[in-house]
């Protein structure tokens, strides 16, 4: 992990800003992206006092151009480029008899062009680098199906077989680049803040508070995901309490 130079998407909150300052706290250099550039700025401060090294800027993940701006952000600050993580998304659940149409492609847009946007953005590094470690973070609605979630699902079901697909032409083409998908259930971050749908609110609110983790014990995992030999990998994470029901 020491001195690992890692890109952070969606790095203003939740399991972002967790693993951000995890990863910094373990001697990792963080470039942080998100839409609140307020949010950032106070994260980097909180490292750098803490005695880690951070920088961010800006991102919003649905724009090419964002993407590669923060690719060169890392390469100008630090020389390189080691991992990125993929951790943006939005959840915005509801029945399909809802018709929300527009959120629909917002999620369509953020869960699925965002990973397709960062990936394109270091691709070209970690090609010719003949090294890197792309995270990307599905869910358990990326596993199995349940009721309300049939567009988020569906976006997280794209991360799981894109993942394993770039997963296996790296290994055909000798790129060595590594992947790691995460599977979280319930983790207590602003995702419930999305959803509009009162039902889908109240339930997915009840849901939360009986099986609900914290955003930290995801930032450990992708650590230790990190962490690992680089001869090694372990590509998929499943992270739930112990007493879920799914």
Not at 31 to 59: F, M, N, P, T, W
Not at 65 to 77: F, G, R, Y
Not at 100 to 112: A, G, Y
Request: glycine share 8%; proline share 4%.
């Amino acid at each position: 992990m020491k001195d690992k130079v890692i890109i952070i998407t969606g790095a203003s909150s939740g399991i972002g800003e967790a693993t951000a300052k995890d990863i910094a706290a373990k001697g990792g250099k963080v470039v942080l992206g998100a839409r609140r550039e307020d949010k950032l700025r106070q994260i980097a401060e909180d490292i750098r006092a803490a005695g880690g090294e951070a920088v961010y800027q800006s991102l919003d993940v649905t724009k090419p151009e964002d993407n590669d701006a923060l690719v060169a952000l890392a390469k100008e600050t630090y020389g390189r480029v080691d991992a990125i993580f993929l951790n943006a998304g939005i959840m915005p659940v509801s029945n399909v008899s809802a018709l929300k149409t527009s959120e629909w492609k917002r999620m369509v847009d953020v869960n699925i062009n965002g990973v397709l946007n960062g990936v394109a953005a270091v691709m070209p590094t970690f090609t010719e680098q003949k090294s890197g470690h792309i995270l990307a973070v599905s869910s358990v609605a990326g596993l199995k199906a349940y009721p309300g979630t049939a567009i988020y699902g569906g976006t997280k079901w794209f991360v799981r077989d894109f993942m394993e697909c770039l997963r296996m032409e790296s290994a055909m083409e000798g790129t060595n680049i590594r992947t790691a998908t995460l599977y979280p259930a319930a983790i207590n971050t602003e995702l419930l803040d999305t959803i509009t749908d009162a039902g889908a609110a109240q339930g997915m609110s009840d849901l939360y508070d009986a099986f609900g983790i914290s955003p930290e014990r995801i930032a450990r995992v992708v650590s230790f995901a990190l962490d690992m030999p680089e001869d090694t990998t372990i590509n998929e994470f499943t992270i739930g309490p112990a007493n879920q029901p799914w």
